[in-house]
């Protein structure tokens, strides 16, 4: 018994150790913007922190419209004259689809973040988002670090023939879709550390590495 708990207390101060490094060494290294590329940054993203999951949300103008116009052809609602945001995730399949409020947790999506699962890409369109709920981080950039955002959001899908792949029947309402991308799950490199790479692509800093929305969120308010 005293040899789990040790090995329990290793475990947990290894993690400690690891998320404070993840945190305090940032990536890139070093900053790269020049001195007067604030004027430039124009165009306002958000970060969306959650318990444990991180979303990006990008306004939905042209640029938007025209890099996502996959979604359309699959019906998702992109057009609708209310939608501002665009509210983008990459996840776990399991926890994703089986899971869309923590009433439904149940241990299989559990274990299968903690090992290895297949990933999907969820988007949801939204209304006016207030920067000043807990958890939303506006964050600026300029149009070129913009389309470079899109981009790697882009790539995250699978396509085939230029086309994106919807799960069948997998929604949590009205205005949101599922479809499959890129990549495997899993709770170490999961859905913040990809949102830590979609920040990245921005040109934004992030820390080396962030598997919890509150230590990405603590590294881009110390390197941007």
């Not at 939608?83 to 999506?109: I, K, N, Q």
């Not at 790697?152 to 991308?181: N, T």
Request: glycine content about 6%; charged content about 20%.
């Amino acid at each position: 018994m005293m040899t789990t708990i040790r090995w329990l207390l290793r475990a947990a101060l290894l993690f400690v150790c690891a998320v404070t490094i993840g945190v305090f060494v940032p990536r890139p290294f070093f900053k790269t913007d020049s001195a007067n590329a604030a004027a430039d940054k124009q165009l306002e993203i958000l970060v969306l922190s959650g318990a444990i999951h991180t979303d990006i949300a990008v306004p939905i103008n042209d640029e938007v419209r025209k890099s996502f116009s996959f979604l359309v052809k699959e019906g998702f609602p992109l057009a609708d004259p209310n939608a501002r945001w665009l509210v983008l995730g990459w996840g776990g399949r399991s926890f994703y689809l089986e899971t869309p409020t923590w009433a439904d947790l149940r241990p299989m999506p559990v274990l299968r973040a903690f090992t290895l699962d297949r990933s999907v890409m969820h988007v949801e369109i939204a209304g006016d988002i207030s920067d000043k709920i807990p958890g939303v981080t506006p964050v600026a950039i300029d149009g070129r670090e913009f389309q470079h955002l899109l981009d790697f959001v882009s790539d995250s899908f699978v396509k085939q023939s230029s086309a994106v792949l919807p799960i069948p029947d997998a929604a949590y309402g009205q205005s949101d879709r599922f479809f499959e991308a890129k990549g495997y799950f899993n709770a170490l490199f999961g859905c913040n550390t990809w949102a830590a790479g979609a920040l990245r692509a921005a040109g934004l800093r992030t820390g080396l590495w962030n598997p919890l929305p509150q230590t990405l969120q603590l590294s881009l308010a110390l390197y941007n």
